[in-house]
């Protein structure tokens, strides 16, 4: 992992993952307001403030001398913002998550997203990707599949952990 990564823009065919700023605010809170979004990955839907103050501790990064990086896009579809990809990079592994709101579920985006961003991790010397994704999700475990990844018996808050399905690249 190169110490001075940053978010960039990244482009797929339909989609735009943008970095995260402070001013994704309001639309992420609509974007992200369906309760059932929230069965889980827990808590309940923010409100466009909650998520102007979480935005700003996350685009402002780990604490001085961490050694994490934290990287943060929106995806944007069709000119509008549908849920969030991340990763938290460290020299031993990174771990990824996505969430997309649920008007624009069962369309590809997670995984389309995903996809794009463990590319763009992998070009710039990411350790491995891993997930941790709840037991009971069906649809997050069908994009760590897409990704190469497979379950394993590790756990982190209840969540399992899903890493590369083999030993090759998985990008």
């Known amino acids: 992992m190169k110490p001075s990564m940053h978010a960039e823009e990244i482009a797929t065919d339909r989609l735009v993952?943008?970095?995260?700023?402070?001013?994704?605010?309001?639309?992420?809170?609509?974007?992200?307001?369906?309760?059932?979004?929230?069965?889980f990955i827990g808590g309940s839907?923010?409100?466009p403030a909650q998520l102007r103050d979480r935005y700003a501790r996350m685009v402002a990064g780990p604490p001085p001398g961490s050694a994490e990086t934290w990287l943060n896009w929106v995806i944007r579809l069709d000119g509008a913002l549908v849920?969030?990809?991340q990763s938290t990079v460290t020299p031993e592994r990174t771990m990824?998550?996505?969430?997309?709101?649920?008007?624009?579920?069962?369309?590809?985006?997670?995984?389309?997203?995903?996809?794009?961003?463990?590319?763009?991790?992998a070009r710039r010397g990411a350790a491995a990707i891993a997930a941790?994704?709840?037991?009971?999700?069906?649809?997050s475990s069908a994009v760590a599949r897409r990704l190469g990844l497979a379950p394993t018996a590790e756990r982190i808050d209840g969540e399992v952990v899903w890493r590369p399905a083999s030993t090759t690249d998985i990008y």
């Not at 996505?98 to 996809?115: F, N, S």
């Not at 941790?132 to 649809?139: E, K, L, Q, S, V």
């Open 83 to 85: 849920g969030y990809v």
């Open 45 to 47: 839907p923010a409100t």
């Open 132 to 139: 941790a994704i709840h037991p009971d999700h069906a649809a």
């Open 96 to 121: 990824v998550a996505w969430v997309v709101g649920t008007p624009w579920q069962g369309r590809g985006v997670a995984t389309e997203a995903a996809l794009a961003m463990t590319a763009w991790l």
């Open 17 to 39: 993952l943008e970095p995260l700023a402070v001013e994704h605010a309001e639309e992420m809170a609509r974007a992200l307001a369906d309760p059932a979004l929230h069965a």
